[in-house]
């Protein structure tokens, strides 16, 4: 009867560990995605220097939907209050289209990428989450 106790254990143990590899890639894909799609908004604000042109528009468009879409999906890993800066930053990026505002915009890009690259490390798997 004691070898049921160890299967048990183990394969306890391998589903905890499959669920945190599987939150690791989900978090660690969607913060990327959000990142790759600033250096995008970056590189059109450098060419562009204006930010009331519909390339730049439908970036920003773009972008929120991503993160309106694949937030719904951190939720469930982690904690909203966590992750609820980027949201805000995309929303003071779509007020700056309005007052033409690129040095603001600039900062709120570079926020969320800071913020990605930040959530990145924290929100993986660890030893902490397996235990």
């Known amino acids: 009867m004691k070898w049921f106790h160890y299967l048990n254990f183990v394969l306890i143990f391998l589903v905890i ?12 894909k969607t913060l990327s995605s959000i990142e790759e799609r600033c250096l995008y908004i970056e590189k059109i604000v450098d060419q562009e220097d204006n930010l009331k042109n519909m390339i730049f528009v439908l970036a920003i468009d773009n972008l ?4 309106d879409h694949n937030e ?3 939720c ?17 990026l779509k007020l700056y289209i309005s007052d033409d505002d690129v040095a ?17 490390h924290f929100m993986g798997s660890n030893i902490h989450n397996v235990l």
């Open 72 to 74: 719904e999906k951190l």
């Open 104 to 120: 603001s915009a600039r900062v709120s890009l570079e926020l969320i990428k800071f913020y990605c690259h930040s959530y990145s």
């Open 76 to 92: 469930y890993l982690v904690n909203h209050k966590s992750i609820q800066e980027i949201g805000q930053e995309i929303a003071k």
């Open 64 to 67: 929120e939907y991503d993160w």
């Open 17 to 28: 560990v499959g669920v945190c590899i599987f939150e690791d890639i989900l978090v660690s």
